[in-house]
Structures are given as C-alpha cells and as structure tokens.
C-alpha cells in the first residue's frame, strides 16, 4: 500500500471539492480501492500505487480546468474524468473566449473594437489601446496577461499606471506610501478579482507573479518574459513613457492604453501617450488600435456622455481659434 497527499494550494478547495462535497464524493465512486480522505487544502489517499497514478492524473486534471476556469460543475466533472475534450471544447467555446473568471463567467470581446484589440495583441509584442472612458481597454489587457499566464507564454504580469492628482492632494491621503498609491492601481486589482479566484490571486501578488505598482517603480528595470500593461498612460511625461517602453525585455509583451481626451497633467506638460503615438506611428512591429464611443460597454448613458463632452470640446477648440487669429 502506497499514500499520496496532493495540495490543492492554487485553486478553491471548495470548488473542487464541489456544493455539499458531491464532487469528492463523485471521485471516491470512480476509485472505490482507494482511502481518500480531504483535510483542508490536502488530499491524502492509500491504495495500490498503479490506481494511485490513476488517480493523481485524473485529480491533476481536475485541478487544470479549476485553474484554467474558475468554476466546475458536475456535467464538468464528468466530462473531465472522462477525459471527452471534443465535448469541452465545444461546450466552453474556447475560440470566442479570452479567459474564464471567477465563477466561470465567459470574458471575451464585446464589440468588433475590443476584437481588432485582442487580434492585434495576438499578433504584435507591443500594442497601443487609445480610446475614451469604458471601451474595455483596460480590462481586455487583463484577460489577454492573464490568458497568456495560464498558457504559460509568460511567467508574470506586471501592471502599472502614473500616480497623478487627478485634482487631489496625494500627500493628504491616509496611510502610508502603498496606502496613498493603492486608490490609483485600484481598477487593475478589480479587473485580476474578476478573473483569478481571491485565494490564488493573493499567492501570486505574494509570490510576485502579479505585480500592481505605480510607474515610478518601473525605472531601471528590465522586464523579461511578462506580459506588461500600462494603464492612463495619457498621464505619463514624455520621459516617463520613453522609459516605460525602454524597460522591455525578452519574450515580453507590452500592452498600453489611455485616453488623450482625460489628460491630468499640469498645464502644457505634454503627454508621453500622443507624443509616443506621433514618434512611433510608423514602427512596423508596434500596432495601434483605436477605439470610439461605438465600443462603449459600460451604462448606455455613458456614450451618450462622452458625443455631449466632445462636442463641447470641439465648440471649446474652434472658438479659442477664432480667438488667436483675432489676436
């Protein structure tokens, strides 16, 4: 007799042990030879060795589509001990979904905008998502970094944004530097909450396989086989994007999205992102995608919102023309 204990440290035990343990339950019937007992995060089974390989490959499995999917129902069990992959791939439609989040809820592109992006990130190892407020950019980057980390054509995820006042004092915030910064990153946490379950998101944060920090951070830094995303990068200066963009490495992909249209910066502090835009338009292997109110995902109000602010800009710029001509 030979006892094995394999870990369930990266996926939700819950989840794999199933609503009222029906799935272990499911799998002590499919290998009634063998002790299984659950404690916790840890199976411990005896049994005859030959059954026990069996039975890690299977279990090993299991916990692949958990990590893979966030969610495993019982017609999923099933389909997955019996190893029916024609039958999964048709029933999860891999090829329209970037990746499956907690609960198993199905990210994939919303309009033909958010397609183009995922397309062109497919194909380019540095990409420019510009477009105004809820077009996706910076949620579709997540579920394309995190895609790619659990394919493994990554070993980590760093994302970052300029800490910029848009209108607030940094310096009366509470707390202390992380705590004055954390309010800035705070659209990057939310977006990884949404597709890496609680538990195995704050392994990697500890273990440094995601990284959420403020562009400062980036300086002198070589970031080799990650996938990188810059967020707001409409707020970055003209020396902080060219060192942003300096910092790639090998094997990485570098990902960044902003909108020229929500500048924060002091007055005539020029944007790194429309000056990056002007310098590179013509660099082969950096592709650009551009999204307008038509991509749109959030409340149907905000469109409207933004056609009403950009007509008034556009009144804005016109009249100040006439101004200066006069002058």
Do not use: C
Not at 108 to 122: D, F, Y
Not at 177 to 190: C, F, G
Not at 250 to 264: E, L, V, W, Y
Not at 306 to 321: P, Q, T, W
């Amino acid at each position: 007799m030979t006892e094995i204990t394999i870990q369930l440290d990266e996926i939700s035990a819950q989840d794999f042990y199933g609503a009222n343990n029906e799935h272990l339950k499911r799998l002590k019937e499919y290998f009634p030879k063998l002790k299984i007992i659950a404690r916790g995060k840890a199976l411990n089974v005896l049994g005859n060795e030959d059954i026990l390989t069996v039975f890690e490959q299977k279990v090993n499995r299991l916990i692949d589509h958990l990590q893979r999917y966030n969610s495993l129902s019982n017609r999923e069990f099933e389909i997955v001990m019996m190893e029916d992959k024609q039958e999964m791939h048709r029933m999860k439609k891999e090829d329209e979904v970037i990746v499956h989040g907690v609960n198993g809820k199905m990210i994939k592109p919303l309009t033909s905008g958010q397609a183009q992006l995922v397309q062109k990130v497919r194909e380019k190892d540095m990409v420019f998502a510009i477009g105004p407020a809820g077009t996706g950019k910076t949620y579709t980057g997540v579920a394309m970094a995190v895609e790619a980390l659990k394919n493994k054509e990554v070993k980590r995820i760093v994302l970052t944004r300029p800490a910029v006042e848009a209108g607030e004092s940094l310096g009366f915030l509470p707390g202390d530097m992380k705590d004055k910064l954390d309010p800035y990153l705070q659209p990057l946490y939310d977006a990884l909450k949404d597709m890496i379950h609680f538990e195995k998101l704050g392994a990697y944060l500890e273990k440094g396989v995601i990284e959420v920090a403020p562009l400062a951070f980036m300086r002198g830094r070589t970031l080799d086989e990650a996938f990188v995303i810059l967020d707001e990068a409409q707020n970055t200066t003209y020396a902080q994007m060219k060192m942003f963009l300096t910092r790639m490495g090998k094997n990485s992909k570098f990902m960044i999205t902003g909108d020229p249209s929500q500048i924060d910066l002091p007055p005539k502090q020029k944007s790194g992102l429309k000056e990056a835009t002007r310098i590179l338009k013509d660099v082969k292997d950096i592709g650009f995608i551009y999204l307008d109110d038509k991509d749109v995902v959030r409340h149907p109000l905000v469109r409207d919102i933004l056609k009403a602010y950009k007509v008034n800009d556009e009144a804005n710029e016109e009249y100040n023309e006439q101004k200066r001509e006069r002058v």
